[in-house]
């Protein structure tokens, strides 16, 4: 059965007309991974026995007349999210045996709502990096070109899509992490607004900045997921309570009319040139489905990656100093004491790109540098942010690019952390203002890499940003090609 051609709303007709069951269509997902994953790496854990059981438990509800919007449903999620009685180890070795004691609130929706979840994805060490390349388990592949990495952290949670091993996916977006590698695997990927979804149950990278979103091949199936998990939970502090929309309700409704915003600091000189072809192409396309096309300025855009990993790198010490080797996790005795066992756990438990993150942000908060540094970083997020309101006053929406460049080669730039950072200049400022943001495919490379398009929204407004996304959608059909594997 060739599941990776269906849509999740296509999923849906078949099972409830008892065309397909759940069972058949998991097990069939399950061998599709089996099939493909050991060219993606996209999977650190599959749980087969776990899957089939809710498939079996969704055919039930499905029978009884009972199913829910996801009844049935294979997805997977990002190895950060805490699964009950499932390893959750954010892709370190520190984490290699943490087993969950709970579920985090967004895999308790998808429970919920019916969904199967079939294992747990690839990713950076604790969400830090672009690339897919700095796993405890190996770098994720790029299911267009092996050569080329997938974008980060949220590797397999795109690669899986891409490669139809999922129809959908969760992943979490920091500075980019969501929509950087649904851009180079040429798939939907959305960053809802700053508590628009539950951070509960999700290992912390930088709690200021930590958003859910969902991947999917689609707008319309990432609209859905967006749906399944948005909405206001008290167990998180940070998560605001306000009416969450019907995703799907007015998806149609197009951009005519709209006014979208160019922001000119993100078409800069170094843009590649097919990522320069490609976006301009999409603006004429907006043009031509009645939208109104202005150029805006973002002024700050220019300090926001300084800000950014200030801010990051800052709370990434505070919320990774929690891994001791004490309470959970790896632990490595030290034989002479407490303070060595702390110093060979993390030594041995954290990968380069975590420990340098934790010594910069430790440095950034120390006594003497905080105001120069990390309080300095806050006042130009403000900044920022206030930019976004201010264009949002003329526009309804922003275009820009997602990425400088198409998916780069494996270890292109890992000898280069500053060159790695930059990769992540288009997708950082909306993390810091907290507004919503979404990638979608929006043409090719002479290399036959994808590209993608970054459409930024209001805050809370992920309803108006889905629509514009899916009349872009319906002109084109970037979204349509697939990779061969």
Partial sequence: MKFQNLTIQEMRQKLISAELTSVELTRACLERIKATDDRLNAFITICEKEALTAAAAADQQLAAGNGALLTGIPVAVKDIFNTLDVRTTCGSKILNDYV???????ITKLRELGAVIVGKLNMDEFAMGSSGENSAVGVAYNPWDPQRVPGGSSSGSAAAVAAGQVVA???????????????????????????????????????????????????E??????????GYDPADSTSVDCPVPDYLENLTAGVAGKKIGLPKEYFIDGLDPDIKT?????????????????????????????????????????????YDGVRFGRR??????????????????????????????????????????????????????????AVFEQVDLLLTPVAP??????????????????????????????????SIPCGFSGEGLPIGLQLIGQPFAEAEMLQAAYAFEQATDWNKRVPEL
């Avoid at 199936?221 to 998990?229: E, F, G, H, K, Q």
């Avoid at 993150?357 to 006594?367: D, E, F, K, P, V």
């Avoid at 730039?413 to 943001?437: E, K, R, V």
């Fill in 169 to 219: 996916t969760l992943g979490t977006d920091t500075g980019g992490s969501v929509r950087q590698p649904a851009s180079h695997c040429g798939v939907v990927g959305l960053k809802p607004t700053y508590g628009r979804v539950s951070r509960y149950g999700v290992v912390a990278f930088a709690s200021s900045l930590d958003q859910v979103g969902p991947v999917a091949g689609n707008v």
């Fill in 405 to 438: 460049t198409p998916a780069f080669k494996i270890g292109a730039m890992t000898d280069d952390p500053l060159q790695m950072y930059l990769s992540d200049i288009f997708t950082i400022p909306t993390n810091l203002a907290g507004t919503c943001a979404m």
């Fill in 332 to 389: 490595q005795d030290g034989n002479k004491g407490l303070i060595e066992m702390y110093q060979q756990t993390r030594s041995a438990g954290f990968g380069d790109e975590v420990k340098r993150r934790i010594m910069m942000g430790t440095y950034a908060l120390s006594s003497g540098y905080y105001d120069a540094y990390y309080l300095k970083a806050q006042k130009v997020r403000t900044l920022i942010r206030q930019d976004f309101h």
């Fill in 278 to 322: 490609a976006v301009n192409a999409a603006i004429e396309t907006y043009r031509q489905l009645g939208a109104e096309i202005v150029e805006v300025s973002l002024p700050h855009t220019d300090y926001s990656v300084a800000s950014y990993y200030l801010i990051a790198m800052a709370e990434a010490s505070s919320n990774l100093a929690r």
């Fill in 221 to 230: 199936d990432c609209a859905l997921m967006l749906s399944a998990v948005a």
């Fill in 100 to 106: 969950s004691p709970y579920d985090a609130t967004t």
